[in-house]
């Protein structure tokens, strides 16, 4: 049994962006930890793959395949789990797309498709879960925004302001919660060795000119000298689900290596 953290044991965890990355670690490590979790993502083929794997491993984990941005869905896949698996003691929502370029040639199509994954599913997720939440008194939602929320990005401005925007929606939601015994926290990473990470890389040095950081593109290198594992940011998902963080709401974790200079 895993003895870093307690309080997840069993408890039913919904976990959006699950197929892959940083969403794939999260729903392993809650899993690892005992959580009977819902996997939801867009891939259903990757997803129940991904089910299929670790349920043969002796892990409690369902594939609920469903599009974060449409909010019939997200309802339709929260109330699916509530009666498939259990009441939803911790939401973590992972799901994002990246779409990078300057502000003056982002398309229309572009900035929107942007928001509706990485604010619009929060947003989505996060009202359907708290409504069943609200009625038990207690819950746990985690949302994984980015350091890029609080330090600007060249050529990252919809990512940016969508996972900013994701941000503060969350803490606004802990302060409403809060009287409720429901907590929401923030998980912010840097740089991360994932599909979308190494999709930004033009050649083999990518991940060392990352680490090394850009004085044209006014960004920090990676203090901590070393990309984040999927696995990193998993920990600090766990940590703040688990009754170790009892005490911990509207808070903002950055997983970045010192990226931000901040935190």
């Not at 009625?135 to 890029?148: D, K, L, M, W």
Request: neutral net charge; hydrophobic residues 50%; charged residues 20%.
């Amino acid at each position: 049994m895993d003895t870093r953290t307690t309080g997840i044991s069993a408890k039913v965890a919904l976990v959006t962006g699950a197929a892959q990355g940083i969403g794939e670690a999260v729903v392993r490590e809650l899993a690892a930890a005992g959580a009977r979790v819902a996997a939801v993502d867009i891939d259903a083929d990757k997803l129940r793959a991904l089910a299929c794997e670790l349920t043969r491993a002796g892990l409690c984990v369902a594939a609920y395949p469903a599009d974060v941005r449409d909010r019939a869905a997200a309802d339709a896949t929260v109330n699916a789990v509530e009666c498939g698996v259990g009441p939803i003691a911790i939401l973590v929502n992972v799901a994002g797309i990246l779409r990078t370029g300057p502000i003056v040639d982002i398309t229309d199509e572009e900035w929107a498709a942007v928001f509706a994954v990485n604010t619009n599913g929060v947003f989505h997720f996060c009202r359907a879960a708290a409504r069943r939440m609200l009625a038990r008194g207690e819950g746990a939602i985690i949302t994984v925004a980015s350091n890029a929320t609080g330090v600007p990005r060249m050529h990252m401005a919809a990512y940016s302001a969508s996972k900013a925007a994701t941000a503060m929606f969350t803490k606004c939601l802990g302060l409403e919660l809060a009287g409720r015994g429901i907590r929401c926290n923030v998980v912010s990473p840097g740089s991360t060795d994932t599909a979308m990470q190494r999709a930004m890389w033009t050649d083999d040095s990518g991940a060392q000119s990352v680490i090394d950081g850009s004085l044209a593109g006014y960004r920090t290198g990676i203090p901590l000298r070393r990309l984040a594992s999927p696995a990193n940011v998993a920990d600090a998902v766990a940590f703040l689900a688990s009754d170790q963080a009892a005490h911990i709401t509207m808070h903002d974790l950055f997983v970045d290596g010192g990226a931000a200079l901040c935190g």
